[in-house]
């Protein structure tokens, strides 16, 4: 194979490996970020900034820059959409433990926009678009990637290779690394809209969580715009779930006196709830959507994936600068059980709570998070957890 190219090979240009890109550059380490598409994707996909998340991008300017195109969200709620009843779990709980005490909505376009274009500017860092991974072998110095660019395959060789590559990871599965898991049998429909519900619904937070009577759905807030979770018969195919009558007649649920809504975005999406079997293979470790993927609902699938990038990007560092390689295990050691248990758990947690569709059982719910917010001590210490604060204390005690 050769000697390896003193570089690290980041693979995928979304937010996580974008920010590990970042974070080694900041140190002087040299990049190479690869992406098969033609630029930094635009999708809206997620769109919610947890505390601690935005605790870690505030020294990088990032979270200025998010905040100058977002919306604070410092309340959240779980509702009954008929009646108005709700649960609202507020931020300030937590204003001790954290700099930015409220979510922040903004999609995570921007993010990676911003980053991209500091990258850009970086002699250190190599930007690859339009290159895709067809294949990769390592040994005990380093990994060599074949990279497919321009009709070519070339060789590129490398110390270490991040896959940040996302739930259909072309590292993940040249690394013959498993990633068992369900896909969840509905279908979600993300409909984007800039009718104001907050003018025709009483109290909404940016961020809201909502059982009807037909089932269930979601509203966040961002800027001038509504994105709208809509949950569908499971036996809908993709292409039936967006017809635009059928989306039409989901948000006249909500609210029946806007027809037609005005549509910018409509995309059918199912969920996963998978991990992968390690996180680390040799020298190819895996990070974000690669390493675990989640149901949106609590929206910690891209917080968890910078939560890694932190950790990992902290330990290649240190094994950079002359530590014992096997410092990356304490990686998967600390964020692969949380991603287990306070990410995939959670969010599974979430989802069947808003699919229960028995009206008794739903009271019994509120009834219970309702309790839960009365008291300032438990109210805190579940807004530790859906703010992802007390995942990071546990990977952070982990040997």
């Known amino acids: 194979m050769g000697a390896a190219t ?15 890109a970042l974070r080694l550059a900041d140190v002087g380490i040299p990049v190479t970020l690869i992406e098969k598409a033609a630029g930094v994707s635009d999708d809206l996909r997620a769109s919610t900034f947890h505390p601690p998340t935005l605790d870690m991008l505030a020294p990088y300017g990032l979270t200025a820059a998010l905040e100058a195109r977002g919306l604070r969200c410092p309340t959240w709620q779980i509702r009954m959409h008929e009646t108005g009843e709700r649960a609202v779990f507020d931020l300030s709980l937590i204003a001790d433990e954290t700099d930015h005490p409220y979510r922040l909505q903004c999609e995570q376009a921007h993010l990676a926009a911003v980053i991209a274009e500091r990258l850009a500017g970086d002699n250190s860092v190599e930007i690859l678009f339009e290159t895709e991974l067809v294949d990769l072998a390592q040994d005990a110095d380093g990994v060599t990637a074949i990279l497919r660019r321009d009709g070519e395959d070339v060789p590129l060789g490398a110390r270490w290779l991040i896959g940040a590559d996302g739930g259909q990871s072309a590292v993940r599965r040249l690394a013959g690394i498993g990633f068992a898991g369900d896909t969840y049998p509905e279908t979600t429909v993300l409909a984007t809209t800039p009718f104001a519900f907050h003018d025709v619904l009483d109290d909404l937070s940016v961020v809201n969580y909502c059982w009807s009577a037909e089932g269930n759905f979601a509203l966040l807030q961002l800027p001038g715009l509504w994105r709208c979770s809509l949950y569908f018969d499971p036996t809908l195919g993709l292409e039936e779930a967006v017809e635009m009558e059928r989306v039409q007649a989901q948000l006249r649920r909500i609210h029946p006196g806007e ?10 999406y199912r969920v996963h709830q998978r991990l992968a079997e390690t996180w680390r293979r040799g020298r190819v470790l ?24 932190f950790n990992l990007t902290e330990k290649l560092k240190a094994v950079w600068e002359g530590a014992d390689p096997d410092l990356l295990d304490r990686y998967e050691r600390q964020r692969r059980p949380v991603a287990a248990r306070e990410i995939l758990a959670q969010a599974d947690r ?29 109210a805190r210490a579940y807004l530790r957890r859906s703010s992802m604060l007390e995942g990071l204390r546990q990977a952070e005690a982990a040997p």
């Open 286 to 309: 895996l990070a974000g959507d690669a390493a675990h993927l989640n149901s949106p609902s609590g929206g910690m699938g891209m917080n968890g994936g910078i939560h890694d990038a």
């Open 6 to 20: 003193d570089r690290v090979l980041v693979v995928g240009a979304g937010p996580v490996g974008l920010i590990a």
């Open 259 to 268: 027809a037609p809504f005005e549509i910018h975005d409509k995309r059918p």
């Open 350 to 378: 979430n989802r069947k709570r808003m699919l229960e569709t028995d009206p008794g059982r739903r009271r019994e719910l509120l009834r219970d998070l309702q309790a839960i917010t009365g008291d300032p001590e438990r």
